[in-house]
């Protein structure tokens, strides 16, 4: 059975992903990325469509994988950081030389600038290519690709696993009555490969019966929460309810918040968590009143490299996505509609950062830290840098 609404650009049914996934589409599971029958074309949940559509796009070369992340088509750190590898495998079948692998490099990582999952695919799979006869270059680079797709739906299950300790820890504070929880932007499977990172402890949860209820805040001005994470939880069944951005605090203030859980796109090796634009205000209000607020991070979105969080680049999106925005109307069209008055300027900073201060917990595929460099360090010795040879604090 295929997923309601799947089909392809040209309007053909297309088989679900076959590999083992978890997350739900119509009762199909359902991967953000995968490889196409054709063993070599990349296949993409078209998120710019969503929710009004279920389209899956087709990427044949690295210039569309470079476009597919910079229009936001995939989006969310670890999917950027995946789709970035196949757009490198992409490369390399078409032309296996130097120049060609430099050439991809520098074309997708020019892409976004925040999540550091891009440069870490980037490095990994150039590391695994370049040393190669130019013959074997592209099935290395699949092989690299695939691997890193495969291993981040097993760290986002695993995050989910220790996730779950924390909401059923919550929900036997409270029997009989759901764990709320709150979530900024989407952190969910369509942002990674599968599970989602802050959303596989939901899903676990959910799944394993433990009653919850989620908070989505709306996620202007892209609307990531009201459109790609209610729509997941939607499709997988979970209870929840779009708050706009502004209803968080009021919402804590009054009891109605147990637990916030959020993603991100780099973390400091010190804790500090750069994340979707209006994360750190859901942080000081989680602080303001008691709540505990925890990040979900793989590895893979840990800087190991940079302690101080003014490092961390953030992207300036359009105005545009300020100024405009796009819905569908009551007759079923697709239009956007401007929002702010002719002449007035526009700013557009996609993500903020909370400080390693504000975080109760980061969740990682290997258990919870606290936010500073010495918990994370004690998780992950391999990849942690000697105090002082890192980006200042
Ligand atoms: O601009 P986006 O939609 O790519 O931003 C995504 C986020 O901020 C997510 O929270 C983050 O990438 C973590 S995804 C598991």
């Known amino acids: 059975m295929l997923p309601r609404r799947h089909r392809d650009r040209n309007g053909r049914g297309k088989a679900a992903i076959r590999r083992t996934s978890s997350v739900k589409v119509n009762g199909v599971p359902f991967r953000s990325i995968f490889l196409d029958e054709d063993g070599w074309s990349v296949r993409i949940v078209d998120q710019t469509a969503l929710p009004h559509e279920f389209l899956v796009s087709r990427l044949t070369d690295v210039a569309a994988a ?194 916030c859980i959020v993603g991100t796109d780099r973390t400091t090796a010190a804790g500090h968590v750069a994340n979707k634009v209006g994360t750190y205000l859901k942080a000081l209000a989680a602080r303001d009143n008691h709540i505990p607020f925890y990040v979900a991070a793989p590895s893979s979105s840990i800087d190991w490299g940079l302690t101080g969080w003014r490092e961390i680049p953030i992207e300036e999106r359009p105005g545009a996505e300020v100024a405009r925005v796009r819905g569908r109307t009551d007759h079923g069209r697709i239009e956007t509609v401007t929002v702010i008055p002719p002449g007035s300027q526009v700013a557009n900073p996609a993500f903020d950062v909370t400080p390693a201060e504000l975080v109760t917990g980061i969740i990682t595929e290997r258990g919870i830290a606290t936010a500073s460099r010495e918990a994370l360090a004690r998780l992950f010795p391999e990849k942690a840098t000697p105090r002082g040879t890192e980006g200042s604090a």
């Open 66 to 259: 470079a476009r597919a992340i910079m229009e936001m088509k995939v989006r969310g750190a670890p999917l950027i950081g995946a789709t970035a590898a196949y757009g490198l495998a992409l490369a390399l079948r078409a032309d296996p030389g130097d120049a060609s692998l430099a050439r991809a490099r520098v074309l997708l990582d020019s892409t976004r600038p925040t999540a550091v999952n891009l440069r870490w695919a980037l490095d990994r799979v150039s590391a695994q290519v370049s040393h190669l006869p130019e013959s074997e270059r592209a099935s290395e680079a699949y092989r690299a690709a695939a691997a890193i797709a495969d291993e981040d739906v097993e760290r986002n299950r695993q995050i989910g696993e220790h996730g779950l300790g924390l909401i059923r820890d919550l929900a036997s504070r409270k029997p009989g009555d759901a764990v709320e929880i709150l979530t900024h932007c989407n952190a969910g499977w369509l942002a990674t490969v599968d599970w989602g990172t802050a959303t596989a402890p939901i899903y676990l949860a959910h799944d394993a019966g433990v009653s919850v209820h989620v908070w989505v805040d709306e996620t202007r001005p892209r609307n990531q929460g009201a459109s790609l994470t209610a729509w997941e939880l939607a499709e997988h069944g979970v209870p929840h309810t779009v708050v706009v951005d502004n209803a968080g605090g009021h919402l804590m203030q009054r009891g109605q918040v147990d637990v």
